[in-house]
């Protein structure tokens, strides 16, 4: 039976592209996790996305398992791995953070490993030599260890999120009387819930945008990218007729395009600055130009 152009789009050029997108998606806080390794500290990086990137990823794979849906897994699989590496670097940084915090307001003790000091640079130099410091002159850098948790908060979410989806699975599988349509919905609900706090990102952003009137906290790129992506399984959840795929992906549409205008309508403040400067620097040539042809005249005058 040979099949349509439709059918060759909507049920294998849409979820193959769709993948590739969520692939590239869940592999874009790469980087940022790599410069928080190299500098042992997460700085301003916030990790809580990475938990329920994990649940998310770990629930459609377990969805695709009972659908027998290989696009859904194939697209999930990579981003669970992915997330999995992330969650961990947020476990080893976080507690070397919340030492550093209860350092009784000393200066951070690590170094970054691209800034390490070769020491051997300081030998025979007068920093090399001890200088002796009185006590009243030593700074107090003994931490409040019983402040620092044994157990990170990252850490209390990441278990948390494994033992909620572990819980879903037992739910969806073991009872005797459960069908695969109700494995289905069940491991379908979890993970739209679990979107939940995905599309709170977007939510947040927007809040942001329209209390500030400033698009900076918009990265073009990354909108682009989700905003295609959910079109792309929202065409493959509508021929498939399933809605726990095309309902969350549609919403995703919807707050991609509402992005793009509010990145229309609001400019960014670096934007905004630059023009400004350009501007600014147009008017001075212009004064510049009209003050060197007054002198002109006035030589030609004199002569």
């Known amino acids: 039976m040979s099949m349509s152009a439709s059918d060759i789009v909507l049920g294998y050029i849409c979820p193959s592209l769709g993948a590739v997108i969520a692939i590239c998606t869940c592999a874009a806080p790469i980087k940022a996790a790599s410069d928080s390794l190299k500098k042992r500290s997460l700085g301003d990086v916030n990790p809580t996305p990475w938990v329920f990137m994990t649940g998310n990823s770990f629930g459609w794979i377990c969805y695709s398992f009972v659908t027998k849906d290989y696009f859904v897994l194939v697209s999930n699989a990579p981003g669970f791995v992915i997330s999995l590496w992330l969650n961990s670097i947020a476990i080893k940084l976080e507690p070397m953070n919340e030492f550093e ?5 000393s200066k951070p003790n690590y170094v970054p490993l691209e800034r390490e000091i070769d020491q051997s640079i300081l030998h025979d130099s007068p920093l090399s030599h001890p200088v002796e410091v009185t006590s009243e002159e030593k700074p107090n850098i003994t931490p409040n260890l019983d402040k620092v948790s044994m157990i990170g908060f990252h850490e209390k979410k990441f278990i948390s999120i494994v033992a909620v989806w572990f819980a879903i699975m037992w739910y969806a599988a073991f009872p005797a009387h459960r069908t695969l349509d109700d494995m289905k919905a069940i491991i379908g609900i979890g993970v739209n819930c679990n979107l939940i706090f995905f599309f709170g990102s977007p939510l947040s952003t927007m809040f942001s945008v329209i209390r ?11 909108m682009i990218m989700n905003t295609f992506c959910s079109a792309f399984w929202t065409l493959y959840g509508s021929y498939k007729s399933d809605i726990l795929i095309a309902l969350p992906n549609g919403i995703g549409i919807l707050f991609g395009l509402c992005q793009a205008l509010l990145y229309c309508i609001f400019p960014r ?21 009209y003050l060197g042809e007054d002198v002109e ?5 004199g002569e």
Do not use: N, P, Q
């Open 297 to 301: 005249r006035s030589d030609k005058k």
């Open 101 to 105: 915090h209860h350092r009784d307001g």
């Open 212 to 222: 500030s009137k400033d698009s900076s906290s918009i990265d073009f790129r990354t």
């Open 269 to 289: 403040a670096a934007d905004a600055a630059e023009a400004l400067i350009s501007e600014s620097m147009t008017d001075a040539s212009s004064i510049d130009s």
